[in-house]
């Protein structure tokens, strides 16, 4: 079966809304502070970020809610704006909500469009778009807008698409601000693999100064990674350093036989016992010349040239390589 998509809101949107079934919002001001209410719980129940929008009619009848559903649709293009405007389309059954012009309808939407979205707008047939917060207090916050013409709101106006900005704008940024500064995860579309959480918001890639954060802490997250894994190195290095290296020490030899304990000679000297045995792995195969050396030296100041660890609970003793006579 082929894959397919269905845009459906939250289930807290029906409930939300319920109060304003059938009221006329006749003001920007009253459409944006529902707007606006819709991204705040948006947040405030986890289904997405702080970007809501709605179409309206010309006398303020609310056509079509829309909040993010990137995350929870997985799809990157269900922007609130999008969203409001597809499930606007589909209320009223066709593609262009002017209807050739015939008709009114107004997006308004808690932030200025990001590219996407602005690209859509023309395509709907609404007449006018109504902003929140500015693309600045988007961006300030950490989220791209995507590259967007600065005359973009010129642009729609020579399509006879009105613009209005700043309408609510300071409760509309406080949303999203809010937002960040709990934690809220910003991510974006330029494939920065930014992990994809719900709370999530569909706005833009991380530029300027979260972007930098982003990429220092995925530097210093593999940094840590890699200081990790040079720490075991280095331990595994010196484990072996103090096993295989020999070393020397000068001592006395007080007592050696050529005869095996339990398979190996023993050398006692005053500074501590040593085994005297044939190691293939490191060609030592002269444990017998030694042992006739230490036995000749015995009472002698010597050299014990030696490698191992000394642990005589476990019977292991530093193994002798070379004994030289002090002169
Ligand atoms: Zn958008």
């Avoid at 609510?168 to 937002?179: F, G, N």
């Amino acid at each position: 079966m082929l894959p397919e998509i269905t845009i459906r809101l939250p289930e807290w949107v029906d409930g939300f809304l319920r109060d304003h079934r059938g009221v006329l919002l006749p003001d920007d001001a009253s459409r944006m502070r529902l707007v606006i209410a819709l991204a705040r719980e948006n947040v405030r129940r986890g289904t997405g970020g702080p970007f809501a929008a709605a179409v309206f009619d010309a006398r303020g009848r609310l056509v079509a809610p829309g909040v993010n559903l990137v995350t929870t649709l997985n799809c990157s293009v269900c922007h609130a704006e999008v969203v409001a405007l597809s499930l606007a389309q589909k209320s009223l059954g066709r593609y262009d909500l002017g209807d050739g012009g015939q008709e009114h309808f107004d997006l308004v939407t808690a932030a200025e469009p990001c590219a996407m979205c602005l690209g859509a707008i023309p395509w709907s047939g609404v007449a006018r778009v109504v902003c929140g917060a500015r693309d600045e207090d988007v961006r300030a916050a950490g989220f791209d807008e995507g590259a967007k013409p600065q005359d973009w709101a010129a642009a729609l106006g020579m399509r006879d698409i009105a613009v209005e900005l700043d309408v609510l704008r300071q409760d509309a940024a406080a949303v999203i601000r809010d937002y960040v500064n709990a934690g809220g995860i910003v991510y974006g579309p330029s494939g920065s693999g930014q992990q994809r959480a719900a709370g999530e918001t569909e706005r833009g890639s991380i530029r300027g100064s979260s972007a930098r954060g982003g990429v220092m802490k995925e530097f210093f997250g593999k940094l840590k990674v890699r200081l990790f894994l040079v720490g075991i190195v280095i331990a595994v290095l010196t484990v072996l350093w103090s096993y295989f290296v020999p070393d020397t020490v000068m001592t006395r030899i007080t007592d050696a036989q050529m005869a095996k304990v339990d398979g190996r000679f023993m050398i006692a000297t005053e500074d501590r016992p040593f085994v005297n045995e044939d190691a293939g792995y490191r060609f030592k195969f002269d444990s017998g010349t030694i042992q006739n050396e230490a036995i000749r030296l015995k009472g002698k100041v010597v050299k014990v040239r030696k490698y191992g660890w000394r642990l005589p609970v476990l019977s292991m003793y530093e193994n002798v390589v070379k004994i030289e006579e002090v002169k």
